[in-house]
């Protein structure tokens, strides 16, 4: 039973690139969260969906950031015109429903924006 | 988060003894839970706890959730240094399904 994965593991890039961050959740879990953690801190609400839709996008810091999971599955975490303060490792976890439920959590994205 | 905080920030214990890690919040919780984070790695569910009063044990590690729902401690017993990382509390806190998390305790286990 393979759990979350996520992809890459390690990104670099420059300010002002466009980048793409993958989760792939454990199967038949409906509920999805993108969380962002920076050193010495817990983790940072993003977003979550329920099966394809977006339940709750408010902890997007703005409109750079972008999500989606079109076939209620694998999610893309978007983030367009990068700047030095996104560096952060980013963490997705899934769940089989919204409440109650642990939450499993992929080994994270660090991304570091030069 | 400052609305759930933890203490201590970090935490030196000998290998074999007694520890408790604090999650406090100034809201009810509707839930809260417990992770433990090793460097490099995803977080690794431990606890669940949802009712006041509440209390769980998984081999070591007993978590309370005091009755108001407003605290919670992890106790573990004669510390091992597998218990070594960073233990988080996450809490549901407004019941819109967003956990807000505490900033995580360091534990390290001296030999």
């Known amino acids: 039973g393979a759990g979350v994965s996520q992809t890459p593991s390690n990104k670099v890039t420059e300010k002002g690139k466009y980048v793409e961050l993958r989760c792939d959740p454990i199967s038949g879990h409906t509920a999805l969260y993108w969380y962002r953690q920076s050193l010495g801190q817990g983790p940072e609400f993003l977003i979550y969906?329920?099966?394809?839709?977006?339940?709750?996008d408010s902890g997007l810091p703005n409109d750079r950031f972008f999500a989606v999971r079109p076939e209620g599955s694998v999610s893309t975490l978007k983030i367009q015109r990068t700047e030095r303060g996104d560096s952060a490792v980013y963490l997705c976890a899934s769940s089989p429903g919204l409440r109650w439920n642990e939450q499993f959590f992929g080994p994270g994205t660090r991304l570091t924006v030069l | 988060s400052q609305e759930l905080e933890q203490s201590p920030q970090s935490l030196i214990v000998q290998e074999g003894k007694n520890l408790t890690i604090n999650c406090t919040s100034s809201?009810?919780?509707?839930?809260l839970y417990w992770y433990k984070q090793k460097y490099g790695e995803g977080l690794i569910f431990l606890m669940m706890?949802?009712?006041g009063g509440e209390e769980k044990s998984h081999e070591k590690i007993t978590a309370k959730l005091d009755e108001k729902k407003q605290q919670s401690s992890l106790h573990i017993t004669a510390s091992q240094p597998s218990h070594a990382g960073i233990y988080l509390c996450?809490?549901?806190?407004?019941?819109?399904?967003?956990?807000?998390w505490g900033a995580g305790t360091k534990l390290i286990i001296k030999p």
């Open positions: 969906f329920q099966g394809t839709g977006a339940a709750d």
């Open positions: 996450g809490a549901d806190m407004d019941s819109n399904y967003q956990l807000i």
């Open positions: 706890l949802q009712k």
């Open positions: 809201k009810t919780l509707y839930g």
